[in-house]
Structure formats: C-alpha cells, structure tokens
Nanobody, 114 residues
Framework: QVQVAESGGGLVQPGGSLRLSCAVSGFTVRSYTMGWYRQTPGKERERVAL???????DYGDSVKGRFTISRDNAEETVSLQMTSLKPDDTAVYFC????????WGQGTQVTVSS
C-alpha cells in the first residue's frame, strides 16, 4: 500500500528545534522528488521544502537558512530538521511526493509557543 506517515512534531519554545520524519511505504523515496508542506486552519497548504532525486534541495523563503530537508534511502524516510523556530512556523506538517502525490497522511502538529 502506497502511503506516507509523518512524526516528530510537538510543542517547542521560540528559537528551539525539532526534527520531523516521514516514513513511506509502497514506493522508494530515491525515485521521487519529495516535499514537506504545512497548513494552518483556514489557509492553503504551503510548500516548505523539496528534495529531488539527485539530493538537491529547495526551500520556501520563510524557512531558508533554518530548515533542512534530507532523505535516507536505506530507511525509506524523509526528514525535516527545523531550527530557530518561530511562532509563525506553527502548523500541521505533511510530507508527500511533490509531483505525483499519494493520499495525504494525517500530518504532525508543530506548535511554537512560549
């Protein structure tokens, strides 16, 4: 079954760090451009970061220099290391294939608050 499952969210203070993980099944992450996205209530889903099959990464302007996307081909996971977190980063975070998406997972909630 083709699916993605996100984990690693939580409550963190401003300036803190979190590492999100996305486990996939039914396909191999090395064969697809993978992305992390986030969504807050009432807003459209926003693309946060992409990593292509060659390992090249691209980031949204709001997270450049703070977030790092990576891929573990052996473990079939995609991670998002988030540092210098801000309250505006509060959202539900999702991962998916960037250009041929599968059913969206439940996401993982990230809350940045003091």
């Amino acid at each position: 079954q083709v699916q993605v499952a996100e984990s690693g969210g939580g409550l963190v203070q401003p300036g803190g760090s979190l590492r999100l993980s996305c486990a996939v099944s039914g396909f191999t992450v090395r064969s697809y451009t993978m992305g992390w996205y986030r969504q807050t209530p009432g807003k459209e889903r926003e693309r946060v970061a992409l990593i292509d099959i060659n390992g090249n990464a691209d980031y949204g302007d709001s997270v450049k220099g703070r977030f790092t996307i990576s891929r573990d081909n052996a473990e079939e996971t995609v991670s998002l290391q988030m540092t210098s977190l801000k309250p505006d980063d509060t959202a539900v975070y999702f991962c998916n294939r960037a250009y041929s998406s599968v059913t969206w997972g439940q996401g993982t909630q990230v809350t940045v608050s003091s």
